[in-house]
């Protein structure tokens, strides 16, 4: 059993940046992968970015590659999604998610176990 806490969300002008962090606790939080999804109004819910725990590999959509970073802090079990450069079009909740690693990451929602409960994150023209 894996629990997730997003926090760092807010309303942001466009261009600006914003930290979420995701504390994951429970048990072997090195056997998954951590990621991070968004779903806005009427949309699905699109993958942004993973870390594989174990190693640190990560892997960030095209959407907003060279904006966005992941990160983790193995002494606090944290995962981090810095945003910069933030876009109107970034508006949604973010959602931290896991999923036993395997070396992989999944970029679907069917197939993550586990869910935090989602940060809002505004950005404003």
């Known amino acids: 059993q894996v629990q997730l806490v997003e926090s760092g969300g807010g309303l942001v002008q466009a261009g600006g940046s914003l930290r979420l962090s995701c504390a994951a606790s429970?048990?072997?939080?090195?056997?998954?992968?951590l990621s991070w999804f968004r779903q806005a109004p009427g949309k699905e819910r699109e993958f942004v970015s993973s870390?594989?725990?174990?190693?640190?590999?990560?892997y960030v959509a095209d959407s907003v590659q060279g904006r966005f970073t992941i990160s983790r802090d193995d002494a606090k079990n944290t995962v981090y999604l810095q945003m910069n450069s933030l876009k109107p079009e970034d508006t949604a909740v973010y959602y931290c998610?896991?999923?036993?690693?395997?070396?992989?990451?999944?970029?679907?929602?069917?197939?993550?176990?586990?869910w935090g409960q989602g940060t809002q994150v505004t950005v404003s023209t």
């Open positions: 870390i594989i725990w174990s190693g640190g590999s990560t």
């Open positions: 998610a896991a999923h036993l690693s395997g070396g992989y990451y999944y970029t679907t929602s069917e197939d993550i176990q586990y």
């Open positions: 429970g048990r072997a939080i090195s056997r998954y992968t």
